[in-house]
């Protein structure tokens, strides 16, 4: 691009900025905010569901079958059409539907063979349901330090490293990549396999690659917030025939019903009695719904990229705000928006650009409990005081102290972009007047 078309668009969106804040005192200080509409998220219907999704959702219940091990071929059945699907779409050899991204994991690490009561790492920064998972499948969470991009830190994990841990868990947080080269290398120097909580990533890549292939299975959920919605559900991903067959029985293939899932061949166990039945399969109405959901996604995906592309891109300037960086170009889905502020900005932050009419919130925040910052997980840690729970993963802590989370849902428009940019540039512009004093030396500290 040449220099002066850099200047036209930055002209532009001054001018567009000028045309939103009408107001430049903040709305948490009794001024006008940028927005009056609540800010799109899927808990307020900001999906993406298209009629050709509702009419193939209809099929299903129309048909009146809706559990996926009845008389019909397999073939015939919208779970196995749906795992076909999902095997093309991410070129892998097996896929699993299940009833939640949480039981995919767990299915993950026991048909695995990862012994009970082995130590499982995972970083202090995932939703509750990484370790919760975890835990489900009889085995204890082992966590490990973030980066300042809010990534596993490999180093962190080395330095920690004790031969009780028999697996790694990566979690491709908030749709960023984690570095899985480092990962997967000091895992096979380790000895232990990685799994992928590619939960919140469905549909990114890196470096061409689909999340959730990398690993020896990768499991993903279908939960509204999602790629793929379909109100709950997952799935699994592995190259692993054994894996995959006693996943499969795990979730509640019983009397032979394993077969159906090997249409070329038998499958690679003796017997399907040797494992018990958690009944966590999906069902025909949602299978239906999420194919045609599938067929749409890249629609979908390049939503997310276009949103976040350009907020970034927008924002990018602005001294003292830290963007969350990928661990290589593009290597996110683009369904959030993170940045850090310094220690003790980030609070008054995400309160200012809520009021703003932006939702945001700062992960780390002491006046709330953000279920994705490990100290609140206190199923882990009973009887301890928050703070000592804090100084097990400084770094988790510090970060998330600083990070203002944003949720960027595929449905917004330019014009809701322009508003999160337009606030975000009105916030910071405040910072030098707010009376919050805490706030506004922490920035001018930092800058
Ligand atoms: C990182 C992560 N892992 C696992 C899960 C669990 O998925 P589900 O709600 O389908 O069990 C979630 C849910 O949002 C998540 O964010």
Not at 111 to 120: H, T
Request: aromatic share 8%.
């Amino acid at each position: 691009m040449a220099d002066n078309d850099v200047d036209h668009s930055a002209a532009n969106r001054q001018l567009r900025e000028a045309q939103i804040v009408a107001d430049s005192r903040l709305a948490l200080d009794g001024g006008n905010p940028v927005r009056q509409e609540p800010w799109p998220t899927y808990d307020r219907g900001a999906v993406c569901v298209h009629p050709d999704d509702e009419a193939a959702a209809l099929r299903a219940i129309r048909s009146h079958l809706y559990f996926r091990y009845d008389y019909r071929p397999a073939h015939e059945t919208e779970c196995a059409q749906f795992e076909a699907q999902l095997c093309r779409y991410f070129e892998c050899k097996h896929a699993l539907a299940t009833s939640s991204g949480t039981t995919a994991l767990a299915l993950a690490i026991m048909a695995a063979g990862i012994e009970p009561g082995s130590l499982i790492a995972c970083p202090g920064f995932t939703f509750a349901a990484t370790p919760s998972a975890i835990i489900l499948a009889g085995c204890q969470p082992f966590l490990v330090d973030v980066d300042e991009n809010l990534h596993l830190d490999v180093a962190d994990l080395r330095s920690r490293w004790t031969p009780e841990v028999k697996a790694i868990m990566v979690v491709h947080m908030r749709g960023f990549a984690g570095d899985m080269a480092a990962l997967i290398n000091f895992a096979d120097e380790m000895g232990v396999p990685v799994f992928e909580d590619a939960v919140p990533a469905l549909g990114a890549e890196l470096d061409g690659r689909k999340l959730g292939t990398f690993g020896l299975a990768g499991a993903f959920s279908t939960q509204s917030d999602k790629a793929l919605n379909s109100g709950e559900g997952g799935f699994l991903l592995t190259d692993d025939s054994s894996l995959f067959a006693r996943a499969t029985v795990l979730s509640g293939a019983y009397e032979g019903r394993l077969r159906r899932h090997f249409p070329d061949g038998e499958p690679p166990i003796a017997t399907d009695l040797d494992l018990p039945l958690l009944s966590f399969r999906m069902d025909e109405i949602r299978a239906a719904l999420l194919r045609a959901e599938l067929d749409r996604l890249p629609i979908r995906l390049a939503a997310f990229r276009r949103n976040y592309d350009y907020v970034a891109t927008a924002l990018a300037d602005i001294a003292g705000m830290h963007i969350r960086r990928p661990v290589a170009p593009g290597a996110y889905l683009g369904e959030a928006f993170i940045f850090l502020v310094p220690v003790g900005a980030a609070q008054w932050f995400a309160r200012a650009l809520c009021h703003e009419g932006i939702e945001a919130r700062n992960l780390g925040s002491d006046a709330d409990t953000n279920i994705r910052a490990f100290w609140n997980w206190r199923f882990m840690f009973p009887g301890m005081e928050t703070a000592a729970i804090k100084e097990l993963l400084p770094n988790a802590t510090r970060y998330l102290q600083r990070a203002v989370d944003i949720p960027l849902s595929s449905t917004l428009s330019e014009a809701d972009c322009d508003q999160l940019v337009a606030a975000v540039r009105k916030v910071v512009g405040a910072l030098a007047t707010t009376t919050d004093e805490g706030a506004s030396s922490a920035w001018a500290g930092h800058r």
